[in-house]
């Protein structure tokens, strides 16, 4: 009887497929007011066929995808193929049928037994796939749904909204997807549960026709994860009205590159006020919070030089001890509205540098920053940048190499420096006879000695050129050349080799050697992105390539380190799990791990000028360091480990942020004893109530 019932609705099912009309669903996505990218998906009943492709800045994915819908919006069947971020190869695929559900992947492959479609969340997605998770989740009584391959999803509502004049007007509600990433996804969906955008990745995915109201729903979205940033700030970031004592530590100093004798730190709100060695110590005052370090050892706040910050890295980068940053890049309407606010503390984050970036008008065009149309435009950027009190001038890839010994007279006429990528056609040593001060990532100084004439970096082929690099000459007259300007013209290097291996190493189905001490902390969903093949393989001799090229790249690193040329440790990352693992690569490349501690402290903060408040843990400082259990000095993977972080006046416990993110937790809170009488309170409320259904405007405090 069973098998009949099933034969019969099966047979329903396909005739109201057969009957039912095909419609096609358009969306673009659009970057900083450009379109960088399309979906379109056909369906026929419930069947859908979509196509989705990115190109920005010579990078995004283009794929085909199909599924099979059930009854329950859940898929019954889902493939993938094309070319992910870098080019890599996708092939996907997921099916339940007769009771069993079988999958395979980039990352993995496996079957179960499941007496019903589970909901199988791709490793290769994209805006379209959120709208399915959604819907999905709509059909759920608690809008919660256990995942294959593991993990669960949540769906919450977090907004209504009306877009579109007269006839062309939608009414949307914003929902929330949690459980699968780092961050929340956030997707709009239409009256009928379709969807209408979703922002993330590449800019905001809207429906065709719609573009115009893109930065207004982006905006929208942005209000509603401000809201969630704050709350999550008011909650973690502790504060106390009464000085703090940190007792029984060892200090780190980034100077002698030593670890000191027990001591004890005392903190009164953002300045250290006291350095006594355990013996000194006394009973702390009845009003004082205490902390019993258990003879771990402070290290001084970490250094990002590379980050382009986003609304959710704050807490990332402070659980890892990361307590400044220098953005190398950004939206700079969102940058200047973000800035005050991590200043204030209502929302989390390191204390930021923010860089300017200049970029070329061409069909790869970076579109974040400001793309000048000409010389007397980039003199107003410039100015635009100073007058805010910019460190230097980021310039990007299609910048005309003619403008840029203009652009740096320009920066440095109003204090500015250079830094940047090597413009396409343009060489490492051109840039720094034109007055570059600093060069941007390993790949762009390496390139020069790589490619051909007319090769045109503002494609993947600045990754994938690095395969060259395998029969590389280090001793080479090219090489030299370089290197000897950089000595002489005192040139440091971001090298941001952490995500170069990143791109280069890793493989499909093999976890990333970068990711070693991390990924099985993370929530499924990026545990499984991770494990990908990035770069395009035609077989083993190219495979075989990248890796002798990487080790070629450490052995750069090495030849700059004994030169004396600075490091500057930066990741192009947000996530505070890279900055060590950059450091740990230095010191694959020469470094002791006491040397690679100072350049992501001490060495950075003096760079950016700040060494006279930050960098080291002394008396008037700002109080701006983490608790490790063990010594880094002898093992730099230590600093994965944080226990406690201050910055800015407050305390922060990274096992409580990793737990509200998550993640699960790498290091336990040491004994916190808080006096009655003293109050500990996060400080900093939400940033402002998210739209109702009366509203017409999102609204930002």
Known sequence: ?????????????????????????????????????????????????????????????????????????????????????????????????????????????????????????????????????????????????????????????????????????????????????????????????????????????????????????KRAVGEADQLRAGELQARLAHRYDAP????????????????????????????????????????????????????????????????????NSGLFYLAAGVTATRDMGNDNAFLQWLLPRIEAGTLAGPRITPNGLLEGRSPFSLRIGAIPESLEDAQRWVDWYADRGYFQIKIYNSMNPDWVRPIVEMAKRRGMGVTGHVPAFDTPDRVIADGYGELTHLNQLVLGWLLKDGEDTRTALRLTALARAATLDLNSAPVQKTVQAMVDGKIPLDPTIVVIERLMLSRAGKLPPGDVDTLDHLPIGIQRYRKRTFVPLKGEADDKAYFAAFDKLLDTLRLLHARGIQLLPGTDDETGFTVHRELELYTKAGYTPAEALRAGTLDAAEYLKQGQRRGTIERGKDADFFLVADDPTR??????????????????????????????????????????????????????????EHDDEPHLD
């Open 635 to 692: 093992d730099i993977r230590a600093i994965k480990k944080a226990r406690l972080v201050f910055k800015g006046g407050a305390v922060y416990q990274p096992s409580e942020i990793y737990e509200a993110l998550s993640i699960k937790p790498f290091a336990s809170t040491p004994p916190i004893s808080v006096p009655a009488a003293t109050t500990s309170a996060a400080h900093g409320q939400g940033g402002g109530a998210f739209f109702s």
């Open 1 to 217: 009887m069973f098998v009949m019932r099933s034969l019969a609705a099966a047979l329903l099912l396909a005739g109201a497929a057969a009957h039912a009309a095909t419609t096609t669903e358009r969306l673009v996505v659009v970057a900083n007011g450009e379109k960088v990218g399309s979906i379109v998906a056909t369906t026929e009943g419930r069947s859908v066929a979509v196509d989705y492709a990115v190109n920005d800045n010579g990078r995004g994915p283009k794929q085909h995808v199909t599924l099979t819908l059930g009854a329950n919006e859940v898929p019954l069947a889902w493939t993938v193929q094309g070319t992910s971020l870098m080019g890599g190869a996708v092939n996907e695929s997921f099916q339940w049928q007769a009771g069993k559900a079988v999958w395979k992947s980039q990352a993995d492959a496996g079957e179960v037994a499941a007496p019903q479609a589970p909901l199988y969340v791709l490793n290769d997605d994209s805006p379209w796939a959120l709208g399915v998770y959604a819907r999905a989740l709509l059909k759920r009584k608690d809008h919660s749904i256990a995942l294959l391959p593991s993990g669960t999803m949540k769906l919450i509502e977090v907004g209504k909204r009306r877009v579109g004049q007269g006839a062309q007007a939608v009414d949307l509600k914003l929902y929330r997807l949690e459980g699968i990433q780092l961050s929340p996804s956030y997707v709009f969906l239409d009256g009928k549960g379709r969807l209408f955008a979703a922002p993330g990745g590449f800019g905001i995915t809207v429906r065709e026709g719609y573009e115009a109201q893109a930065a207004e729903l």
């Open 244 to 311: 703090v004592r940190l007792r029984h530590v060892k200090v780190f100093d980034p100077r002698t590159g030593q670890v000191g004798p027990l001591s004890t730190v005392v903190v009164m709100r953002d300045r250290i006020t006291g350095i006594l060695p355990d013996e000194q110590d006394g009973a702390a005052a009845a009003d004082q919070v205490v902390i019993d370090g258990q003879g771990g050892v402070l290290v001084p706040g970490l250094h990002d030089m590379h980050s382009h910050t986003s609304l």
